[in-house]
C-alpha cells in the first residue's frame, strides 16, 4: 500500500516570500503520478499541480512549482512570492499508474496548513 | 462550464436517520469518485464509480453506505442510520477518464450528527 507523510503540520510565511512543503511517499511502484492540493478555507480542494514519475522535469504552474526527487521519494511545493489568498490546508497525493487495482485512488497525506502573513 | 457540484453544503441529522449525498460531475465527466474527510485528516477514498457501475467500492464500509451513479442525474451516498462516528467532510470528484490526469473536487457535503 502507499503512503503519504507530510512532516510539518503547519507553516508560516510572509507576504512576498518563499515558502517550501515538504512530502514524503512510499511506493513500489515505478511509475505513479503525485499531486499537490490546496484547501482553503472554503473547503474546495483545489488541484495546484500535477507531476508525472516519469518525467524527469519538475512541474510549474505560474508561482507554483515542485521539487521531484525520484529516488528519494521526495516530492516538495515551492511557493514563490507567496499571497494572502494562499492561506490554506495544502495535501500532496499519490496516484498509481492507470493499470492495477486501485489505480485511479488518490491516497492523501494528513496536510500543512499554510498561514501568509502580511 | 459548472464544476463539480455537491449539495447540500451542510446536513445535520439525528442518530438512527439517513442521510444522502449528492454529486453532479463535470460536464463531459463520467468517472466519480467519493472521499470521506475526517477532522485533521486527509481525505480518504470511499468509492469509484462510473455511470450505472461501481466500480472498486474498497474504501466503503461494508454497513450502512452505499453510491450509486444512474444513467440520468447526480451520483448518490447513502448513509443509512447514521451514527455520530460518521460526522465528516465528503467530497465527490469526478474525471473525464482514469489516467492519472487528477480529479476535481466539489466543495464537499459537511455531515453532522446528532
Known sequence: AQTVTQSQPEMSVQEAETVTLS???D???NNYYLFWYKQPPSRQMILVIRQEAYKQQNATENRFSVNFQKAAKSFSLK???SQLGDTAM??????KPQSGAGSYQLTFGKGTKLS??? | NA???QNPRHLVRRRGQEARLRCSPMKGHSHVYWYRQLPEEGLKFMVYLQKENIIDESGMPKERFSAEFPKEGPSILRIQQVVRGDSAAYFCASSRDSEGRGAFFGQGTRLTVV
Open chain 1, 23 to 25: 512530502c514524503t511517499y
Open chain 1, 27 to 29: 511506493t513500489s511502484e
Open chain 1, 79 to 81: 511557493i514563490s512570492d
Open chain 1, 90 to 95: 495544502y495535501f500532496c497525493a499519490f496516484m
Open chain 1, 116 to 118: 501568509v502573513i502580511p
Open chain 2, 3 to 5: 464544476g463539480v457540484m
